[in-house]
């Protein structure tokens, strides 16, 4: 596509999509809704297709829902994920499409094998299926899933017809690493002894199992003490990592390091192993999935930067580690079906910067016409209300239209072109 059509398309993307935000689809999902639905199992990964009954009408198109991390200490099922206290099933169905979801084959950082998940679920069940005709297919993920979502929009263009990511990894997942493991060296600097019998959470090299069992009953009940007990350090701490918070919420100080620390806990050993395909050896300097690597970082904002400089744990990260990283995790910003990207601000678990450094990706891969970026002005991790999520997918969906409808068009304009040339 040459300059000139790459702006025809953008403003037509850009004009529709807000036209398509200020009149974004008004049905509700009620808490009931009626639907025919199917389940089973493709390589190891459980999934579900649901198709709208009367009173709704369903309009052919299918929703392909890529749910977000779930901890690994955890069996594999179908999401149940809810927005606003609807499940997330009904929200799609009340909108009058049908709704597909899938467990994966594993929980945990499972995102290249995600990805295959979904093709197989839209090549087996959706685009062979015998019982029902489907038309268009759109993809929709949050958190992990936003970045599933996204690799998989890049790879199957084919399969998809558009795509939508809330506060996804999109970004840069190497980048993503390290701030998880930045937070958890950092904080293990400021809160050394919190517990007698296990002085540290872990570390960026492995987690112990009696800090994952438990975490709900001993590690928060310990992390807030100190936190309240040692505001010092609190302050030191928020502003050597520069996380996100709530200015008008004071409470948010807690959700936030709580909320990035139950990441650190319960991902870093699925992470080096999924990475270095083998299992974590608590105590070794080095592991073969070690992604984190703060070898070179200089940390400040402390009372005393040197010393903390000095003092904190650094990490090395493997070789083989970020090989597997950038061959499976990162996205390239190639795309060739519009993708519309929303994320909080302030979020604290998957930075809004994922957001803009993919718009680069975008703009250097020639793709920017058809990546929309919408920014949310708020605290918190996928903290986004019904209507916002309903406007982002209306404009996916209105930008899927416009390039259905260029894409008509331009073979007659070069008809025509060819047609009256001199």
């Given at each position: 596509?040459?300059?000139?059509?790459?702006?025809?398309?953008?403003?037509?993307?850009?004009?529709?999509?807000?036209?398509?935000?200020?009149?974004?689809?008004?049905?509700?999902?009620?808490?009931?809704?009626?639907?025919?639905?199917?389940?089973?199992?493709?390589?190891?990964?459980?999934?579900?297709?649901?198709?709208?009954?009367?009173?709704?009408?369903?309009?052919?198109?299918?929703?392909?829902?890529?749910?977000?991390?779930?901890?690994?200490?955890?069996?594999?099922?179908?999401?149940?994920?809810?927005?606003?206290?609807?499940?997330?099933?009904?929200?799609?169905?009340?909108?009058?499409?049908?709704?597909?979801?899938?467990?994966?084959?594993?929980?945990?950082?499972?995102?290249?094998?995600?990805?295959?998940?979904?093709?197989?679920?839209?090549?087996?069940?959706?685009?062979?299926?015998?019982?029902?005709?489907?038309?268009?297919?759109?993809?929709?993920?949050?958190?992990?899933?936003?970045?599933?979502?996204?690799?998989?929009?890049?790879?199957?263009?084919?399969?998809?017809?558009?795509?939508?990511?809330?506060?996804?990894?999109?970004?840069?997942?190497?980048?993503?690493?390290?701030?998880?493991?930045?937070?958890?060296?950092?904080?293990?600097?400021?809160?050394?002894?919190?517990?007698?019998?296990?002085?540290?959470?872990?570390?960026?090299?492995?987690?112990?199992?009696?800090?994952?069992?438990?975490?709900?009953?001993?590690?928060?009940?310990?992390?807030?003490?100190?936190?309240?007990?040692?505001?010092?350090?609190?302050?030191?701490?928020?502003?050597?990592?520069?996380?996100?918070?709530?200015?008008?919420?004071?409470?948010?100080?807690?959700?936030?390091?709580?909320?990035?620390?139950?990441?650190?806990?319960?991902?870093?050993?699925?992470?080096?192993?999924?990475?270095?395909?083998?299992?974590?050896?608590?105590?070794?300097?080095?592991?073969?999935?070690?992604?984190?690597?703060?070898?070179?970082?200089?940390?400040?904002?402390?009372?005393?930067d040197f010393k903390m400089n000095v003092l904190i744990q650094r990490v090395a990260a493997s070789s083989a580690a970020l090989a597997r990283i950038e061959?499976?995790?990162?996205?390239?910003?190639?795309?060739?079906?519009?993708?519309?990207?929303?994320?909080?601000?302030?979020?604290?678990?998957?930075?809004?910067?994922?957001?803009?450094?993919?718009?680069?990706?975008?703009?250097?891969?020639?793709?920017?016409?058809?990546h929309l970026g919408i920014p949310v002005f708020r605290y918190g991790h996928v903290n986004l209300t019904l209507h916002e999520l309903k406007a982002a997918?209306?404009?996916?969906?209105?930008?899927?239209?416009?390039?259905?409808?260029?894409?008509?068009i331009v073979p007659t304009l070069r008809i025509l072109i060819t047609d009256y040339s001199f």
């Open positions: 596509m040459n300059t000139r059509m790459h702006r025809i398309a953008s403003n037509l993307l850009l004009a529709g999509c807000a036209a398509a935000i200020a009149l974004c689809a008004a049905a509700d999902a009620s808490a009931q809704v009626p639907a025919n639905c199917r389940e089973g199992e493709l390589n190891g990964a459980q999934w579900r297709v649901c198709v709208p009954q009367e009173p709704i009408q369903w309009n052919h198109d299918v929703v392909v829902y890529a749910h977000g991390y779930v901890s690994p200490t955890l069996p594999v099922a179908l999401p149940d994920d809810e927005l606003g206290e609807l499940p997330v099933q009904d929200i799609v169905l009340s909108m009058g499409y049908a709704y597909a979801t899938t467990s994966y084959r594993a929980n945990g950082l499972v995102v290249p094998q995600a990805v295959e998940d979904l093709a197989d679920l839209v090549r087996e069940e959706i685009r062979n299926s015998r019982e029902f005709r489907f038309d268009r297919v759109f993809l929709v993920g949050v958190s992990e899933g936003g970045l599933i979502a996204t690799l998989a929009l890049e790879k199957y263009p084919d399969l998809f017809t558009g795509g939508l990511s809330a506060c996804g990894p999109i970004g840069d997942f190497r980048r993503q690493i390290n701030y998880f493991g930045d937070f958890l060296v950092v904080f293990n600097y400021f809160f050394p002894n919190m517990l007698a019998e296990s002085p540290l959470l872990g570390t960026p090299l492995g987690i112990p199992r009696s800090t994952m069992e438990n975490w709900e009953s001993k590690f928060v009940p310990a992390i807030l003490a100190a936190l309240e007990q040692n505001p010092s350090a609190t302050r030191q701490l928020l502003r050597v990592t520069r996380v996100p918070l709530d200015p008008a919420d004071p409470e948010s100080v807690q959700e936030t390091i709580l909320g990035i620390l139950w990441y650190c806990v319960f991902s870093t050993n699925n992470a080096i192993e999924v990475l270095g395909g083998r299992a974590v050896q608590i105590g070794q300097p080095g592991q073969p999935g070690q992604a984190f690597d703060n070898t070179r970082k200089w940390y400040s904002g402390s009372d005393n061959a499976g995790y990162q996205a390239s910003g190639r795309i060739t079906r519009p993708l519309i990207t929303i994320h909080t601000t302030g979020d604290p678990v998957v930075p809004f910067w994922h957001q803009i450094t993919y718009g680069w990706k975008a703009i250097q891969s020639a793709s920017a016409s058809l997918f209306s404009a996916m969906v209105f930008a899927a239209d416009a390039q259905n409808l260029f894409m008509q």
